[in-house]
């Protein structure tokens, strides 16, 4: 995990201003003390944490683990509504064109909106909980529903769902009356479906159990929004697939062609909560044409493509563009030796199923922070090696 110096910057500007407002007086509501705390969460966390890192390295426990200032920063300010409304002005560049005043004001609007989806982060099944927060993260970026609130309170029917399983057509008719409640539009119900579904697929396997009868009313109901028979079949056929794959002379854009459409088809299925067992036909595929790349033989890059090659992926990690460096060494090809390729697919491999597993709840924050930084020191690793 890499956050930059720039942004680290402006946080802590940001910070300072809104405590020093707050000093002369000029915040006194109760809504506007929540600002100041988060204000000093950043400033606290930004200056302390150096401090932290020492102490930590000199007790010399959690040895072996590397933790950064930026995963630590991160982790204490992951929920702070103010520094994750910084990020956004700083990565829409509208920072520096917006007074202190301004980034008070926005932080009042959105704080309102964020605190009424916030509840349904907190509901008695975790498993709806981690999904609400990243379907939080997709919707906040998109005009589907004008109400954000809205589509939380619909699909909190699903915790109806874990308690009345036994009653499924009751369940789903009752699903179907709240979106008609709320004159849904037919591609905002199909988005309600999908998440219903995911949840389902995705549950353990009790809850799954539980609620096989309700995944079957809610998938019919999908599907008779966007009939099966109007979709594009032939994506699913892995005869089209390798006919596709063929069409490319390139063997790695080929491999790459392969691995795409398996993981795309993996995150429909979980979507919809439907499996056909497309993937493993893909991953044969797959292996099929790993064999007959490595058995062949393939022409070597000069000294000093390799040279920029290595030093174009090491800006990459340094800026926190881990999945661009892997993407650059295979468009790239670093090396013919069958070995490291073979290691950059496999990191590439885990990455996405790493971003997989985030977009679906299944692993936390620290988790995912430190399977960040193992594969970005993995790369670098690769490119130091085949540097020498």
Known sequence: MKISDDFKAIAYKTA???????????????????????????????????????????????????????FILFMICKNNHLFNRTNERFNLEELEELSVEAIIADWKN????????EKYFNTK?????????????????????????????????????????RTPITCVEKLKKKMDEYNLTKEQKIFIYDKINGLIANADTGTQNNLAHINIEVLDSRWSLEPYQDLNIEK???????????????????????????????????????????SDEIQVEIEVLEKRMNDNKFNTKPAGAIENILTNVQEFIKKGYTIEAINYLIDNRLSENESV????????????????KINLGLINDADAGLTRNRISNAILKITNEFGK
């Open 16 to 70: 300072n201003q809104v405590i020093e407002k707050f000093r002369n007086k000029e915040l006194k509501d109760k809504n506007e003390e929540q600002i100041v705390i988060e204000a000093t969460m950043i400033k606290v966390g930004i200056d302390k944490i150096p401090s932290i890192i020492d102490k930590q390295t000199q007790s010399r426990k959690n040895r072996g683990i590397e933790i950064t200032e930026d």
């Open 110 to 117: 959105t704080k309102n909106e964020f605190d009424g989806v």
């Open 125 to 165: 099944d975790e498993h709806f909980n981690n999904n609400a927060y990243y379907w939080h993260l997709h919707l906040r970026d998109s005009n589907l529903f004008p109400e954000i609130e809205l589509p939380f309170e619909i699909l909190s029917e699903y915790l109806y769902f874990l308690d009345n399983f």
């Open 236 to 278: 699913y056929s892995i005869e089209f697939i390798a006919e596709e794959a063929l069409k490319i002379d390139d063997l790695y854009e080929r491999l790459k062609f392969l691995k795409h459409r398996k993981i795309e088809y993996e995150r429909e299925a979980e979507n919809i909560g439907w499996d056909i067992g497309l």
């Open 341 to 356: 390729k073979r290691d950059i697919y496999l990191l590439s491999g885990q990455w996405e199923e790493l971003e997989r």
